[in-house]
């Protein structure tokens, strides 16, 4: 039966659990966003080779599953001498993962400013890295906002992967109070209580993006 007494005494620990889980998130998609935006313009490059790796990397990212990345990055780069901690290897590994389906689109956003604008910047003699800058960028990174917003709920829901690799976010805490206390109900209850409201909190955050954005796009 429910323990509301066991429930309020294990929420502080849970909470501890779930600020890791938000570090992870957020960390990620920061990794996430730098990266993709780096495949994205590699991608575009006229030097084939660079536009070629990019190509390679983002379809091998995107066709193995996160959990083997997770494990490759944990247990296998020690090997090669490279070792981290657990978090650091989880918040790397969702950022390199959601970083192929962010290249995606940003390619999206980026395919959609009008060859006029290409042109606009070349008759003002601006260089390369003024047009990305000063006339492309802005332009096509509005328009995108509300499905970067959607890939950072995904990354969000996916966190709970990190437990394969021992990062002690919310899941693997509960699991942890369950083993000490021999009570799984109200652990993982909660657990799923915190991602049900910060799911509805994003998804509500994303859904006031898209009326914004969305409008700004239509009217470009």
């Known amino acids: 039966m ?33 990266l993709g935006l780096i495949w994205a313009l590699m991608r575009r490059s006229r030097v084939r080779a660079v536009s070629t790796v990019a190509g390679g990397i983002v379809e091998f990212v995107r066709s193995t599953p996160l959990l083997v990345q997770l494990f490759f990055l944990y247990y296998a780069l020690p090997d090669f001498g490279l070792r981290m901690s657990a978090l650091t290897t989880g918040v790397l590994g969702l950022g390199l993962h959601y970083s192929a389906y962010l290249a995606e689109i940003y390619r999206a956003g980026i395919d959609g400013v009008s060859k006029g604008q290409w042109e606009a910047a070349f008759s003002l003699n601006f260089s390369r890295a003024q047009t990305w800058m000063l006339v492309i960028l802005p332009q096509a990174i509005p328009p995108i906002i509300p499905a970067l917003g959607n890939r950072l709920i995904a990354l969000f829901k996916e966190t709970p992967l990190l437990a394969a690799i021992t990062v002690m976010e919310v899941l693997l805490t509960a699991r942890e109070v369950g083993d000490t206390h021999f009570s799984y109900l109200e652990p993982y209850t909660a657990v799923g209580v915190f991602f049900l409201i910060a799911s509805i909190v994003s998804n509500v955050f994303v859904r006031a993006l898209e009326k914004r954005y969305g409008s700004v796009a239509a009217s470009a």
């Open 2 to 34: 429910w323990d509301w007494t066991f429930a309020w005494e294990i929420l502080p620990k849970l909470a501890r659990g779930f600020v890791v889980t938000m570090q992870a998130t957020f960390g990620g998609f920061a990794i996430a966003a730098v």
